[in-house]
């Protein structure tokens, strides 16, 4: 009857209802409260375009569904999220193959499957697919002798599989996605320093070699307008520079405090191309200026350091590893974007989460996020494997 009684009190502990109150609200009200600014200003930033008008609306509706998504992810064990791992990570790397093949082309590449009406990017999907198969690997082989060189290949190797088919549709943002934090996560399972710094001085050596070799021709006069723009070089405003001259326009327009909101010149006369995915910082950051805009980007941080706590709060290495990726997945994300609106970088297409326009961007963004919670529910599960 002891034994009844505590397997009885153990269910009473672990039912849906306990799991959805111990969530961590404070961390998803601050995403809820993103959603709310990509929201408000998608509607500035399509207000004019007829044809874009109605991308609020879908954008609110998309968050629904990426907050149930979210919440689904966090209810489920962690334990079964490590069963669940390598059947992700395969099917998704099916459907990378599957684009080759089917995929549907947009905007001169092809990274799109067509499932019925809704059009899916399979390489977004990767992302968190990657975080979990990582995540999974290094907490099975994991032991005092783990930092070897060999046992880091085969984690090598999965990165390099899907990147190189990413790559080819070409996406060369989530390429250098997947590159760094898939990289971010063998570094923190110990690689050797010695090791760290001879791939860099390599990867360093080969930029040459991937501009002349590996880049296609729209890719290369990207890099040369990102050089020029860094050397002080004369640059076609009309052409190649267009978009972040425009993007530096508006940014510098809004001040300290912006011109108000729906009061952007920018915004309101569709000078910057894509302004409501890749370039939406720029109809921030000229509406509501520069306090504003700085506030949103600490609300990241803040929301990216409390995944941080709840990664190393876990006791299982695989919830370790899988919260750590999943914060550096999403990090990555912002710090792409925020750089290139910015000139720091070229321009990949790298959205800004929950405020860039995009289904499978916000969808792979709220299943990071639920991968964590449930990573902060389920924290001392799976101490007796690894």
């Not at 370790?320 to 974007?337: C, E, Q």
């Amino acid at each position: 009857m002891a034994g009844i009684r505590a397997r009885g009190s153990n269910f009473s502990r672990t039912n849906i209802f306990a799991q959805f109150t111990g969530l961590p609200w404070g961390l998803i009200l601050l995403l809820c409260a993103m959603a709310v600014i990509g929201v408000a200003t998608l509607h500035s930033a399509t207000f004019t375009n007829p044809e874009e008008a109605g991308l609020p609306l879908k954008h609110a509706e998309r968050f629904g569904a990426a907050f149930a998504v979210l919440i689904i992810a966090a209810l489920v064990p962690l334990k079964w999220w490590m069963t669940l791992a390598w059947p992700a990570y395969i099917a998704t790397l099916t459907l990378l193959v599957g684009v080759e093949f089917f995929g549907v082309t947009g905007g001169g590449a092809q990274r799109w499957l067509q499932v019925g009406p809704v059009a899916v990017q399979p390489s977004e999907f990767m992302k968190v697919s990657l975080t979990l198969a990582l995540a999974a690997y290094y907490h099975r082989i994991w032991n005092d002798n783990s930092g070897g060189l060999l046992v880091h290949i085969p984690a090598l190797l999965l990165i390099m599989i899907p990147a190189a088919l990413i790559f080819r549709q070409p996406d060369f943002g989530t390429t250098l996605a997947l590159f760094a934090s898939g990289g971010i996560l063998i570094f923190l399972a110990g690689l050797w320093w010695r090791v760290i710094s001879a791939v860099v001085i390599v990867a360093v050596a080969s930029v040459p070699l991937v501009y002349l070799v590996v880049l296609e021709d729209y890719q290369r006069e990207r890099v040369d307008t990102y050089v020029a723009q860094l050397t002080g070089a004369q640059v076609n405003v009309m052409d190649d520079g267009y978009q972040i001259e425009q993007a530096k326009i508006a940014i510098g327009s809004g001040g300290w405090t912006g011109k108000g909101y729906m009061e952007g010149t920018q915004a309101q006369l569709d000078y910057i191309p894509e302004q409501h995915t890749d370039f939406i910082l720029t109809v921030l950051a000229e509406e509501f200026g520069f306090l504003t805009t700085t506030g949103v980007l600490i609300m990241w941080m803040v929301i990216l350091g409390l995944g941080l706590v709840i990664a190393l709060r876990a006791s299982s290495l695989f919830g370790r590893f899988l919260a750590a990726g999943a914060v550096m997945t999403v990090a990555f994300y912002i710090l792409f974007n925020v750089a290139m609106v910015l000139g720091l970088l070229p321009v990949v297409g790298v959205p800004l989460p929950f405020l860039s326009y995009g289904g499978t961007v916000m969808i792979t963004t709220a299943a990071s996020f639920g991968l964590i919670c449930s990573v902060h529910l389920g924290k001392d599960e799976l101490l007796s494997i690894g």
